[in-house]
């Protein structure tokens, strides 16, 4: 399971606290050290925990709080409040556009789990809103991409559009946003191409599907197990197609968990949901509070 070193480090810190009457100044510095190496050891990134160290000092110091009542409870408070802030405060949900279709173009590495996603947040859709979702098939260098969305689409019941391997992935997003309007599909997703690392002829083709299907939103997938990388593949591909959200796949994996925790605080771009494994119900939208009481114990 993700987080569990961090979730026992964490707790074996508190634990110390709870078990004090009184915490004096170098009781509280001590169990700083001990959340920050944590942290670290999770793979948070560097300058996101230097940041969140100072904000619960600051927030400890500004409540007075080793001369309050409970001490420990309140430093435990505010640590929980901090990491629900870090993994961007708010539950974030997936835009609705005011005319149909709402576009939701997915972008990504290789092997993300992009067209995976796919399937599972068109599943969810259909399943909570009694969406009519479309899929756009426009991974063209990988073959098995569109035979293995066309499988998804049967397995949950939901067309997809593709032109195989030979047409421009410009056009066939052109031509799939076409076939949504006649159809009155009110979701569209995109299932664009990923590439080993980010490369600038991905990037361009990405941006021009963008500037094509305006899309509501624009998801990037990320995998969980690649730590830091995912963080930097969240910088990269934010810079070049201002994301709009990540979805963090593979939590269900033995995961540290640390990409979890930085991504939002590192790219200014929140998780809507997490992957938790193959399945297509293996999704699960992202609430950081309730994430940090996972982790918090
Ligand atoms: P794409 O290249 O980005 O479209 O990636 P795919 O959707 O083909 O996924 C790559 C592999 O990761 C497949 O074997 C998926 O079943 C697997 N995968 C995707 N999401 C998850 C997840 O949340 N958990 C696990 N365990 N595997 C996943």
Known sequence: MAFEGLSSKLQEA?????GKGQITEADLRSTMREIRLALLDADVN??????????VQAKAKGENVLEGLNPGQQIIKIVDDELTEMMGGETTTLKKSNKIPTIIMMAGL???????????????????DNARPLMI?????????????????KQIDVPVFEEGTEVNPVK????GLKVAKENHNDYVFIDTAGRLQIDEKLMNELKEIKEVAKPTDILLVVDAMTGQNAVNMAEGFNEALDITGVVLTKLDGDTRGGAALSIKAVTGKP?????????MDNLDVFHPDRMASRILG
């Open 172 to 175: 066939i997003v052109e031509d």
């Open 110 to 128: 290789q092997g993300a789990g992009k067209t995976t996603t796919v399937g599972k947040l068109a599943k969810m859709l259909k399943e909570d």
């Open 14 to 18: 508190f634990r110390k606290l709870r």
């Open 271 to 279: 998780i809507l949901f997490t992957g938790q494994g193959e399945k």
């Open 137 to 153: 098939a426009a991974d063209v260098y990988r073959p098995a991409a569109i035979e293995q969305l066309q499988q998804i689409g």
């Open 46 to 55: 560097f300058t996101v925990v230097r940041d969140f160290v100072k904000k």
